[in-house]
């Protein structure tokens, strides 16, 4: 099983795109747990992640973030903005995919 964290500012506009890559992840047959948090929430929730990626609202975070998930191994990565824009689940399911295979 693939488990994706979404981080953005508060955890509410990214649940949206949560949706959406569930329904994608549905679609193709992937096993996947994906959940979006506050970016506040990152300790508690980096740890067991797979692949971390940002809202595009916090990218400016991203070297803080990437640093922390690396006591981890947790590679982390900013969700373009226009796949955030679209909500387009199945290329932001893509980039985690690609990412977590990476890692391996």
Known sequence: MLKIVLLCAAGMSTSMLVKKMQEAAKAKG??????????????????????????????????????????????????P??????????KVLALAEKIAAAKK
Do not use: C, H, W
């Not at 903005?81 to 199945?90: E, F, I, K």
């Open 81 to 90: 903005p226009a796949d955030y824009g679209m909500m387009n689940g199945v």
């Open 30 to 79: 992937l096993e996947a747990e994906i959940a979006a948090y506050p970016e506040s929430q990152l300790a508690k929730v980096g740890p067991t992640a797979d692949v971390i990626l940002l809202g595009p609202q916090i990218r400016f975070a991203l070297k803080k973030i990437t640093a922390e998930a690396e006591k981890f191994n947790v590679p982390v990565d900013v969700i």
